[in-house]
Every structure is written in C-alpha cells, then in structure tokens.
C-alpha cells in the first residue's frame, strides 16, 4: 500500500551546520509530497509541497527536490538555527485521497 | 495566517464515558479532517467530512466514533464509549477544496487521556 518511511527519529545538530531529513515513499500513483514542521506546543503548519519531478521547492531557508526515481523527497536546508528546533514531518497523497504521514523527525540544534 | 482551534487542550476521563473534541476550523474552508497521534508514532488519517457528510474513513475510524457540524459550528468528533487506547492525540485539520494540492490547516491538537 501507500506509505512514507523517515528513518531518523532524532537529529542534533550544532548551529550553522546543513541538515538533510530523509523522507521515502511508496505508491503505484503520482504522488503529491508535503512536508509539515511542528513547534513545540503548536499546530503543524506546512512547509513544502511538491509533485514535479526533479524540481527544487524552497520555503523559508528550506529546500526539497522530489525524485521519483529514487521515490525521495529530502528536506534540506543549508545552514540551521537554534529556531529550526522542531518535529518534521512528511506526508503523502495520492489519488485524492487521504494524507499518509511519516513517523517524524526531531529536529534539535544546539548552540 | 489562517488559524484553526480546538477545544479543550487536554481531556482526561475514564474509560467507558463519552467524550466531544470540538474544532473550530478556519472560516471559509469546506473540508474538514481529524487525525490521531499516539506518542510517538505517526500521525495518522481517521476521517473527513464535506458538506455533512464524512466523504472517507480509515480503519482507525471505528464504529464507536462519530462526527458532525451542526449548523456551521464547530466540526466534533465524539467517542461513545472510549476505551484505552482511543488515548492520543486528536488533530483537527481544515482545507478550502479537496484537491491533491490543497493545504490543510490544523490545530494544536487536543490531548486526550483515558484511565
């Protein structure tokens, strides 16, 4: 069936340095690809949206290409802040219907 | 930007009782959503609802769980009996149209805890 695999359930990262979460996914059908960020005591809130292969999406310092060869839609930034600290998630929808999410990544950048 | 809220924050009750998560999505979207997050896994897909009527359910979605809007207020799901695990957290999410692209807003989350 339809699914999306984050393999890191925690990344720490000192000020300054890239960070790459991965993000895979499974499906017979044209994918929609989304990735979300959640503060701490907040609402997700969406960060990227992409189903254009082979294009860069970019939102707030935040970049992903989604590669349907590979089935990955990696977020990446080039450069983290302490403000990044957060939990990432990636979504996908297919066919209309519902968003399946991953497992989230933790996000914690350390001075 | 576009905000949706949900009543009450955190819930605690005992198993068997009944219990109302209340949303109140944002303003001029049609399609609404909960989803269900147990610690530490992943948020999952329970229902949606258009027009009031749910349009698509998941397995997780079981017969003890029902949802509504009456009149425009806020979009409920209510568990009559709730059971151990039905302890999670609940999100509401709402969305202008139903397309694949669309964005789905979502609150906070109501936290709910059944002893």
């Known amino acids: 069936g339809d699914s999306v695999t984050q393999t890191e359930g925690l990344v720490t990262l000192t000020k300054g340095l890239p960070v790459m979460l991965n993000c895979t996914y499974q499906t017979t059908y044209s994918p929609f690809l989304f990735w979300y960020v959640q503060h701490l005591n907040e609402a997700p809130k969406l960060l990227l949206k992409?189903?254009?292969?082979?294009k860069r999406t970019e939102h707030q310092g935040f970049y992903a290409t989604l590669h349907k060869s590979s089935s990955s839609f990696h977020l990446q930034k080039s450069s983290v802040q302490l403000s990044d600290s957060a939990l990432y998630f990636c979504a996908l929808r297919v066919g209309g219907t519902y968003q399946r999410f991953g497992t989230g990544t933790k996000l914690q950048v350390v001075p | 930007g576009p905000k949706v809220l949900q009543i009450p924050s955190h819930q605690i009750i005992d198993m068997g009782q009944m219990v109302t998560l209340n949303c109140d999505p944002v303003s001029n979207h049609l399609y609404f959503y909960w989803y269900k997050q147990i610690l530490g896994q992943q948020m999952e897909f329970l229902v949606n609802?258009?027009?009031?009527?749910?349009?698509?359910k998941s397995k997780l979605f079981k017969d003890q769980f029902s949802v509504e809007r009456p009149d425009g207020s806020y979009f409920t799901l209510k568990i009559q009996p709730t059971a151990l695990e039905d302890s999670a957290v609940y999100f509401c999410?709402?969305?202008?149209?139903?397309?694949?692209?669309?964005?789905?807003?979502f609150g906070p989350g109501t936290r709910l805890t059944v002893l």
């Open positions: 992409s189903s254009t292969d082979n």
């Open positions: 999410a709402s969305s202008l149209d139903w397309a694949n692209y669309a964005e789905q807003f």
């Open positions: 609802f258009y027009n009031g009527k749910v349009m698509e």
